[in-house]
């Protein structure tokens, strides 16, 4: 087997089997060599980097997989063809992935596999809105840093306020991951001057919230 990042082999085990799939920012394509040689995918690795490319190819020829994936140039999902596919978008943050979700008139993918490196809660509520619903989210902690993991697909789902910042799957399957957020706002609650009530208050509501959820486990 190929030796992989935690962090890599979590995104590739939300990927099912003979998955079409498009990885954007796919840097040096480990997740798509990775997903060809084990879960019969045919992938683009796409990149707007030419190094990174070129260091994709080199890789992929190194792995004898050069059938089952194409490498292209490109900004974002610009000029490709997303319909049924698994897109791949991770490794960036937040307002980048949403700038290139933004520039795709309609989301004709199957899946959206996603991990931002900040503002998760946004995140989520830009794809609600967008027509999607949380199907997986996985939490894990790599070299001393956490990853959020998130796979979308299109469909309706009820969320309140609350879910968007502790996920609506997350909070039942990990206490780690609460035990972090928890935190991670009582942290930002000391940061947050007395004069600015409301914020306090919500973060306040925030950290509540959390502790109930802990409280299940």
Do not use: W
């Not at 040096?28 to 796409?46: G, R, W």
């Not at 960036?92 to 008139?105: A, C, F, H, K, P």
């Not at 706002?185 to 509540?208: G, N």
């Amino acid at each position: 087997m190929m030796n992989i990042s935690e962090r890599l082999l979590t995104i590739c085990g939300m990927v099912e089997d003979g998955s079409k799939v498009i990885d954007v920012g796919c840097d040096h394509a480990l997740v798509d060599i990775y997903l060809a040689k084990y879960k019969n995918v045919k992938a683009i690795a796409a990149d707007i980097n030419a190094n990174a490319l070129q260091g994709a190819k080199e890789n992929i020829v190194k792995n004898d997989v050069a059938n089952d994936i194409e490498v292209v140039q490109t900004d974002g999902l610009d000029g490709l063809d997303i319909t049924d596919s698994v897109i791949l978008i991770c490794g960036m943050g937040t307002s980048t992935i949403i700038e290139i979700l933004d520039r795709v008139e309609q989301l004709t993918m199957k899946e959206l596999v996603i991990q931002s490196n900040h503002d998760v809660p946004r995140l989520r509520k830009y794809l609600v809105k967008r027509g999607f619903m949380i199907a997986d989210e996985r939490y894990l902690v790599e070299r001393k840093k956490s990853y959020i993991i998130m796979k979308f697909v299109i469909g309706k789902a009820k969320y309140n306020r609350y879910d968007y910042y502790l996920g609506p799957i997350l909070k039942e399957k990990s206490s780690d991951y609460l035990t972090s957020l928890l935190k991670h706002y009582q942290t930002l609650l000391e940061q947050i001057p007395t004069k600015y009530f409301v914020k306090r208050k919500r973060t306040k509501d925030l950290i509540c919230c959390i502790e109930k959820e802990l409280e299940k486990f």
